[in-house]
């Protein structure tokens, strides 16, 4: 399911998956939209903070808030990579 947050931030739920294959979706993601990107020529980066959690942390507005601090820190540190982190 994907979800636009507001602006130029999105969501995206993967219910069911691992560990491996949330990193390797959003990777595919990233990799399709640089190359949409590259041939509309638009100037254009994807930062991307992905967690996956194994354990609810007490609300959904929890959850959005981890996610866009890792996308923040990618921001921070250069843009247009994929921090990923486990919530236990």
Not at 23 to 41: D, P, V, Y
């Amino acid at each position: 399911m994907v979800a636009r947050l507001g602006g130029d931030e999105f969501g995206v739920l993967l219910p069911a998956a691992t560990e491996n294959s949330a990193l390797a979706a959003m990777k595919r993601m990233k990799e399709h939209f640089l190359k949409e990107s590259k041939k509309r020529k638009w100037p254009v980066s994807f930062s991307m903070g992905l967690v996956l959690f194994k354990k609810h942390p007490g609300s959904v507005d929890e959850m959005i808030k981890r996610a866009d601090n890792l996308m923040y820190t990618v921001k921070n540190s250069g843009k247009n990579d994929i921090k990923f982190t486990i919530y236990q």
